[in-house]
């Protein structure tokens, strides 16, 4: 077996080529421009090798490493991909003092010369580029979900300043009304300064939905005895946020409509379990990448970063600790959004829960180890192809 690492980079990468029996490097590490000329030089060096005897090492790490990732993939090579700690880790372990590209080639083949169940890899195939595209919608809509807290708190801060009272004429933030309002006005003053007919204007919505409550002439009667203060910087401020909130919301309507496409399409079977939505499901498939490259649910526990921290030095041993928060975050994230609706509307879920909170368990910690028995589950739809059923758990 002919062992290649390739140390990425923006504009160029380094390559070199061990022998895996022999240890010997066969080809010392030189570099190659990341363009396609780049890629058929590497190519030349390593087509004299059967494909079958050749496992090609990368880092995953950034994204330069896509287009040459594709590259190899369609020319049907097998490819491994390594977390940058990893090697960071193998560089350290053999004493290793000096980091540079050349080196790293060689750091990349030591790593994939591991045996099969030490190995620190994965393997990785055509078919996950399908979820490429899926990953990078569900992490653009979580970006873009805190990005609408963020300029929510602006603007509630603004609110409080120019007009404290308005948030408590309202059942809910955010509606037409509510935005159409702070729009066109921005301040109490404003609107005890502008004539009944323009502020009815802001009330007249169309579609469906329920009307509210509030009239015109009641906010401006509370605008009239309002303690906020004019500021027109405050109410400049509010005008943009508004808008931006509004940009941002359409922007979420439109990712979420395109990945309810790929989840239709893809039709996991994860799908069956109640309180897992079409975002939610396609985070989560997105995340974890194909199933095939854990063995065990506990890979992916600790892939997402659930698994509870274990702690033991001598004759102490913790019996308090925290998760690990290791592996990807937007997996953990979603896992955490959806516990509380899985709990609710499967009652087997809930039950647990009731167990663990019975147990002494704290809030958070029952709902980490839902989490975990929720990771177990999904693991075995996928693994077998089959729907959930809750009457199988209990």
Do not use: W
Not at 22 to 28: A, D
């Amino acid at each position: 077996m002919k062992l290649i690492g390739i140390d990425i980079g923006k504009n160029k990468h380094f390559f070199c080529i061990m022998d895996q029996q022999t240890g010997e490097i066969v080809s010392l590490p030189v570099s190659f421009s990341n363009d396609k000329e780049g890629f058929d030089f590497l190519l030349q060096k390593i087509k004299s090798y059967q494909k079958e005897s050749v496992l090609i090492g990368m880092e995953d790490t950034g994204h330069y490493h896509f287009a040459l990732l594709k590259y190899l993939l369609d020319l049907q090579y097998t490819v491994a991909l390594i977390n940058p700690k990893t090697t960071d880790f193998n560089r350290k372990m053999q004493g290793g003092i000096t980091k540079n590209d050349k080196l790293d080639t060689i750091n990349i083949c030591d790593v994939l010369d591991t045996p099969e169940r030490k190995k620190q890899y994965r393997i990785s195939k055509v078919n996950s580029f399908d979820l490429y595209e899926q990953k990078q919608l569900t992490r653009h809509h979580h970006n873009l979900k805190e990005q609408l807290n963020v300029y929510g708190n602006r603007l509630q801060k603004c609110i409080d300043i120019v007009f404290p009272e308005f948030n408590s004429l309202f059942k809910s933030k955010y509606g037409t009304v509510y935005m159409n309002l702070l729009k066109t006005f921005g301040s109490a003053e404003a609107i005890v300064d502008t004539d009944i007919r323009t502020i009815r204007k802001c009330f007249d919505i169309n579609g469906r939905g329920n009307r509210i409550a509030l009239t015109p002439e009641q906010l401006k009667q509370c605008a009239k005895s309002s303690i906020g203060i004019s500021s027109t910087a405050e109410i400049i401020q509010i005008k943009h946020l508004v808008n931006q909130i509004e940009l941002i919301n359409k922007q979420i309507a439109e990712i979420d409509k395109k990945i309810e496409e790929f989840s239709l399409k893809t039709n996991s079977p994860i799908l069956s379990i109640p309180g897992i939505s079409h975002f939610s499901g396609t985070s989560i498939l997105a995340e974890l990448g194909d199933i095939s490259n854990y063995k065990k649910p506990s890979q992916i526990i600790k892939f997402a970063g659930v698994a509870p921290l274990h702690y033991e030095s001598s004759q102490f041993t913790a019996q308090h600790t925290s998760i690990t928060k290791k592996g990807s975050k937007y997996l953990r994230k979603t896992l955490y959004q959806i516990i509380l609706p899985v709990i609710r509307y499967n009652p087997v879920f809930k039950a647990y829960y009731q167990k663990k909170i019975s147990q002494g368990k704290g809030h958070r910690c029952a709902q980490g180890h839902c989490v975990r028995k929720l990771l177990r589950i999904i693991y075995h739809l996928l693994s077998t192809n089959q729907k959930f059923d809750p009457v199988l758990l209990r």
